[in-house]
Nanobody, 115 residues
């Protein structure tokens, strides 16, 4: 079992920045992929950024150049630095982990970007 807890969401003006954090606990030794996803009401949950154990990252086209995903394995943390935020980035952001072939999700943190 893996437990994920997100933090760092909030309200920010367009052009501003936020950093989301995801704390992992439990069977973290078997986690091989972590990522951030987001969802707005009535729409599917979409991938924002992922990071492998190797450090390889992938980003959605809509956030490339603005968002940066990173992980601190010593602290069992994954971060999402979000810069140049836009109103369309408003969503609930979820941390996700893949461990031994199973998916785990955090509870989500709201990010609201005002225009």
């Amino acid at each position: 079992q893996v437990q994920l807890v997100e933090s760092g969401g909030g309200l920010v003006q367009a052009g501003g920045s936020l950093r989301l954090s995801c704390a992992a606990s439990g069977s973290i030794f078997s986690i091989n992929i972590m990522g951030w996803y987001r969802q707005v009401p009535g729409k599917q949950r979409d991938a924002v950024a992922t990071i492998l154990n190797s450090g390889t990252t992938n980003y959605a086209d809509s956030v490339k150049g603005r968002f940066t995903i990173s992980r601190d394995n010593a602290k069992n943390m994954v971060y999402l630095q979000m810069n140049s935020l836009k109103p369309e980035d408003t969503a609930v952001y979820y941390c996700r982990a893949i461990s031994s072939g199973r998916l785990y999700w955090g509870q989500g943190t709201q990010v609201t970007v005002s225009s």
